[in-house]
């Protein structure tokens, strides 16, 4: 059974960072694209961050130059890196897989997600 885990939410700081991480098991991660969606209360589900089976990278506007996706392969996990965190980037986040090597589209269900909440 394949299953994501997400992890490394909490509350800080604007102008703090995170690393959030998600965990894969039943599957390897560096299959497939991985992707991190959030939610803020009241909105749509959207895209923050994907990572390619081949490692090419894309970022919504709004996080572009302050997070970083990446990918460790050992450890069957990929991590979303957030620097200079803003309180517009208050949501869950969510990883899922994307439906191909290099599609953003999420592919399966959803988890739990990690809170992440910025104070100003």
């Known amino acids: 059974q394949v299953q994501l885990v997400e992890s490394g939410g909490g509350l800080v700081q604007a102008g703090g960072s995170l690393r959030l991480s998600c965990a894969a098991s039943g599957t390897s991660i560096s299959i497939g694209a991985t992707v991190w969606y959030r939610q803020a209360p009241g909105k749509q589900r959207e895209l923050v961050a994907g990572?390619?089976?081949?490692?090419?990278?894309n970022y919504a506007d709004s996080v572009k130059g302050r997070f970083t996706i990446s990918r460790d392969n050992a450890k069957n996990t990929v991590y979303l890196q957030m620097n200079n965190l803003k309180p517009e980037d208050t949501a869950v986040y969510y990883c899922?897989?994307?439906?191909?090597?290099?599609?953003?589209?999420?592919?399966?269900?959803w988890g739990q997600g990690t809170q992440v909440t910025v104070s100003s």
């Open positions: 899922n897989k994307g439906k191909s090597d290099t599609s953003f589209s999420p592919g399966g269900p």
């Open positions: 990572i390619t089976r081949g490692g090419n990278t």
